[in-house]
């Protein structure tokens, strides 16, 4: 499976800095890859998705670079805030044309004041 | 981007009793997922719940154990039957909605198995 068991990676910043989240992924035929941001005793939600024939896409504080040839896909936050504290979790989709998403095993932000 | 909602939030059972989980979206959608999370790990996908067929089920995964049904676009309900300890986890509908595979989650339902 997917999971390494509670022993999340943690990534633990400053408020202010500058975050770089990554995943690696396993499908090299995977066409569209999404991140998600999971908050405690909350679902997954939606931060920002990028199709495989792109290289980058930007949201609102976050970028979403993808490198198809390392299989790589990272998540950059900007000025991270305490609020950005949670578990993120990349997901690929490995079937064209089927909607079913393959989740990383996810890593922790720890934002401190 | 839609909105879901499941029920029970959240649940403890006993042994050999089964469950059903309703999910709710407030938008028609083509198609929904039901995902297990154990805790602190990771979400496997069960299965896809079609509407008007029966649902395709993952690697792992059967339907005498998670009988799932999609009755209209807007409304899924995942049952666990037979529940043991190991069923213990949370579970999670997600829509799908647009050409870009977006996919949205439920809040989840935390299922304890005594």
């Known amino acids: 499976g997917e999971s390494v068991g509670l022993h999340l990676p943690t990534l633990s910043v400053q408020e202010g800095d500058n975050s770089i989240i990554n995943c690696a992924y396993s499908?090299?035929?995977?066409?569209?890859f999404i991140w998600y941001k999971q908050e405690s005793g909350k679902g997954p939600q939606f931060i920002i998705d990028i199709r495989s024939n792109m290289d980058k896409r930007q949201g609102q504080r976050v970028t979403v670079l993808l490198n198809k040839t390392v299989k790589h896909l990272s998540l950059q936050i900007a000025a991270t805030q305490p609020g950005d504290s949670a578990v993120y979790f990349c997901a690929e989709n490995r079937e064209a044309g089927f909607q079913k998403l393959v989740f990383g095993t996810g890593t922790r932000l720890l934002v401190s004041p | 981007s839609a909105v879901i909602s499941q029920k029970p939030s959240r649940d403890i059972c006993q042994r050999g009793t089964s469950l059903t989980i309703q999910c709710q979206v407030d938008?028609?959608?083509?198609?929904m997922f039901w995902y297990r999370q154990q805790p602190g790990q990771s979400l496997t996908l069960i299965a896809t719940a079609n509407q008007g067929s029966e649902a395709t089920y993952e690697s792992g995964f059967v339907i005498d154990k998670f009988p799932i049904s999609r009755p209209n676009l807007t409304f899924s309900t995942l049952t666990v039957s037979n529940m043991s300890p190991e069923d213990s986890s949370i579970y999670l509908c997600?829509?799908?909605?647009?050409?870009?595979?977006?996919?949205?989650f439920g809040p989840g339902t935390r299922l304890t198995v005594t």
């Open positions: 997600s829509a799908g909605q647009g050409e870009g595979y977006e996919q949205y």
């Open positions: 499908n090299s035929a995977s066409d569209y």
């Open positions: 938008s028609q959608v083509t198609m």
